[in-house]
């Protein structure tokens, strides 16, 4: 060492040479019991290297004595969790929605992976808490478009809407608007009706003179009194829920351009179980009819 | 092998002599220095008033480990037996008539505070009488050093043998104490884990290997640990791993009780000889009797010592050598430094002032944490519940234009019976409550001793939605003794 071997007066040990504001350190060995630890430690590091994969190759790595991955203990794991499932999802599988809402055990599992499976696939257009969006329906509430039962709510699912699978469903609103069904004064005085029958403000003498238009050209499929048919998908419009919004400005867009919303088909693409999981979680939000 | 006949004194002197031991204060604040090897104590056998106060506390405090989890406690068909169960998987804690859920771990802390603010009153009392007397580290020591003395002899005999070679007789010696100490430590990890389950059902599985591993390993390390701490390590868990010595100066003053050596009695201290007049000496007469049965190893007559752990034994090993030359008792005894600086400038001693701020305060806070534990015991509820209100959505609008929230609502019972209860809201009116997955709200069953969960719909027609937010309760209602809960939560509607 470079420094001169001076001595501490009071403990007679060699100091290092280092020094900080005056105190100075001594050259003390380590304890033999940490010296030895360490040393263990060394040797513990390097039997790890052999049973474990430690060191990275140019375009592999020292894969160890028995071949242990960490990737592969995740893939067991996985396995072994849906191997843990499968009983559930067998039964899932088999049984009718009716029997899985009637059994607590089977509603408990297929609440929480329906819960799951929404929360990945669902909540992206519904929301997380399925509270949808201007465009997207609310599944929380008590107004179903194409029907709440549970059957009815896995049918959607299992088609979508306007999906690319054969037996999907259509709603089919003309736009009035702009393809020149209906003038603007029409247009007009069927939004004053649709605003009297949901109850909200309105022009009463427009309103009468909308009815007219209303029965001629919307009660087909909105029903003769606006109570919405779900064969065809139309909503209905005496409540006070809207999917796109039920104010003047928003009405007469909706009736002169119509809308379109899209709902994926997820047969093919979920799993028979998932699904059956997916519908009686939606139902149990509360508004499942 | 009993080597304290060996301080005897000539049948001829009434007033007899006694041997002096050569012994050194190992840890003497000289010799005390962080770099040296540990230099083993032979404690030598202590006899009188304080020895016989270590034996029964020892008794007492080992007696109460093993046989505690061994009572039984009768609560009824759905719950354990066992007076004393801490039971993980069910995350229960029970002791005697004390139920303790895991929501209730503030008992604990009581517990926790008031055994802290006991140490501090106790410390200012009587110093380390903790250390000296029940700490588990000072009980087992002592058990092992009785076993040690048992096998090996006492202090000179021990230390003849360990100079000798090895011979069959050493090596037996030794094997016998070891395994004595292994078994002792071995009964100290399985009484304890006796405490997390039923001890019959665990004692038969343990002999007969079905236990859990867990069960194993436990017995394993506290065996390890007791082996090695009280047989092994001894003073060095105290000097060095302990912090209660660093902090117990903290907690003495000048009117708590301390082993001490009278110094303006003792000193100078001389070898006695015959015949000589007590009135010319003082009365220490240098035997080292103090220090050779002084588990820590240090010499009291050096005054307070960190290592001190106040066991007292200097005290009964010179009460003996002080009946023996026939001089007053006490030169070394529980004193206050007010007394020893009274005797230093000739006023006469005083008797210890027990009742001061410092043990007057411990004392109030100790009861005051008391007497709120008990309260909240006593006035527990069987019933609790939790309420979630759903966040998203906040509220979900109703065709007909009313308004619906969600909640979640957890009902714990803690009787050890099935119960049903009934929901029913107060303060919003108008409102439907709805219980899903049942017909109405009445007849919620919870099972005994567990926790249910219900998910609960509120809505209110149009007319009464509330502009933002109201507050209403919830009344959990038993349906069969009509004990209820109330709890306060929100319903949301939009802003108006
Ligand atoms: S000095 Fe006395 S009281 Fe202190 S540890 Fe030693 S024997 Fe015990
Ligand atoms: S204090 Fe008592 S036991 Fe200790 S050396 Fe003096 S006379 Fe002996």
């Not at chain 2, 840890?27 to 056998?45: D, F, G, Q, W």
């Not at chain 2, 099972?447 to 009344?475: E, Y």
Request: charged share 25%; with cysteine; net charge negative.
């Amino acid at each position: 060492m470079a420094h001169n071997a001076e001595k501490d007066a009071v403990t007679g040990v060699e100091t290092t040479g280092h020094e900080w504001d005056g105190i100075k350190e001594l050259n003390n060995p380590l304890p033999r019991w940490w010296l030895w630890t360490f040393y263990i430690t060394v040797l513990w590091s390097i039997g790890y290297w052999v049973v474990y994969p430690a060191w990275p190759l140019v375009s592999s790595y020292t894969e160890g004595m028995f071949g242990y991955s960490s990737r592969q203990e995740v893939m067991d794991r996985i396995a072994e969790a849906k191997e843990a499932q499968s009983e559930y999802l067998g039964k899932i599988e088999t049984a009718s929605l009716d029997e899985i809402r009637g059994d607590s055990e089977l509603l408990n599992f297929a609440l929480a992976g329906g819960r799951s499976a929404f929360a990945v696939n669902c909540s992206q257009c519904h929301g997380q808490g399925a509270q949808g969006f201007v465009g997207y329906p609310n599944l929380n509430d008590d107004a179903w478009i194409w029907g709440g039962k549970p059957d009815e709510i896995m049918t959607t699912i299992l088609y979508g809407i306007r999906s690319d699978h054969d037996d999907t469903r259509y709603s089919e609103m003309p736009a009035f608007g702009r393809d020149g069904l209906l003038e603007r004064p029409q247009i007009n005085e069927v939004v004053e009706y649709v605003l009297q029958i949901s109850g909200q403000d309105h022009d009463s003498g427009m309103a009468t003179a909308g009815k007219d238009v209303f029965v001629e050209q919307c009660a087909a499929c909105h029903g003769e009194n606006g109570e919405g048919i779900r064969e065809t998908g139309a909503p209905r419009l005496t409540d006070s829920i809207w999917l796109y919004g039920g104010d003047r400005d928003t009405l007469r867009a909706t009736v002169t351009n119509a809308r379109y919303g899209v709902m994926p088909a997820w047969t093919g693409r979920l799993d028979e179980a998932t699904i059956k999981q997916l519908a009686v979680y939606v139902h149990s939000l509360g508004g499942g009819e | 092998m009993d080597q304290a006949s060996q301080v005897s004194s000539p049948a001829t002197a009434p007033e007899a002599s006694v041997e002096k031991i050569d012994v050194d204060a190992v840890n003497k604040k000289e010799e005390r220095s962080l770099y040296k090897a540990r230099v083993k104590i032979y404690p030598k056998r202590a006899t009188g008033f304080f020895r016989k106060l270590k034996w029964l506390v020892m008794a007492a405090t080992l007696a109460v480990y093993y046989v505690a989890p061994w009572l039984r406690w009768d609560r009824g068909p759905n719950a354990p037996d066992q007076a004393i169960l801490i039971d993980f998987p069910a995350r229960r804690f029970y002791f005697f008539f004390i139920e303790i859920w895991p929501e209730e771990v503030y008992y604990l802390t009581g517990l926790l505070i008031i055994a802290a603010l006991g140490l501090f009153l106790i410390t200012s009392l009587a110093g380390r009488v903790w250390c000296g007397y029940t700490c588990p580290q000072t009980v087992w020591t002592d058990l092992f050093i009785w076993v040690e003395r048992f096998v090996e002899g006492d202090r000179s005999a021990r230390i003849r043998l360990d100079k000798q070679p090895l011979s069959v007789n050493k090596v037996a010696r030794k094997s016998v104490k070891h395994a004595l100490w292994l078994l002792i430590g071995m009964a100290t990890g399985g009484a304890w884990i006796f405490y997390f389950a039923d001890a019959p059902t665990l004692l038969v599985d343990l002999f007969t290997l079905q236990a859990p591993v867990v069960a194993y390993s436990t017995v394993a390390v506290l065996t390890a640990s007791t082996y090695i701490f009280g047989g092994m390590m001894r003073e060095q868990v105290c000097t060095f791993m302990c912090p209660w010595p660093r902090i117990q100066g903290a907690l003495v003053d000048e009117d708590s009780l301390i082993v001490s050596y009278k110094d303006d009695r003792g000193e100078p201290r001389a070898p006695f000889r015959k015949n000589q007049d007590w009135s010319e000496r003082a009365d220490c007469i240098d035997c080292n009797q103090c220090v050779a049965v002084c588990p820590m190893g240090i010499d009291i007559r050096d005054g307070q010592q960190l290592e001190c752990i106040h066991c007292a034994l200097c005290i009964d090993a010179c009460n003996e050598v002080m009946t023996r030359i026939d001089r007053p008792l006490n030169l070394i005894s529980y004193d206050t430094f007010v007394n020893h600086e009274r005797r230093a400038t000739g006023q006469p001693t005083q008797k210890p002032r027990l009742i001061r701020a410092r043990t007057v305060i411990y004392s109030a806070l100790i009861s005051a944490v008391g007497l709120l534990m008990l309260a909240t015991l006593l006035t527990r509820a069987t019933l609790d519940i939790n309420i979630l209100h759903d966040r998203n959505p906040l509220f979900v609008k109703l065709s007909d234009g009313g308004v619906r929230n969600g909640y979640t609502i957890k009902i714990l019972n803690k009787q050890h019976e099935v119960r049903r209860f009934e929901i029913a809201v107060d303060g919003l009116d108008n409102a439907l409550v709805t219980v899903v997955g049942h017909d109405g709200t009445s007849g919620l069953e919870v099972p005994a001793d567990k926790l249910a969960q219900f998910r609960v719909f509120v809505s209110v027609p149009p007319a009464s939605v509330p502009d933002g937010r109201q507050d209403f309760d919830f009344i959990v209602t038993d349906v069969v003794d009509g004990n209820r809960a109330v709890n306060d939560t929100i319903f949301r509607g939009p802003e108006k």
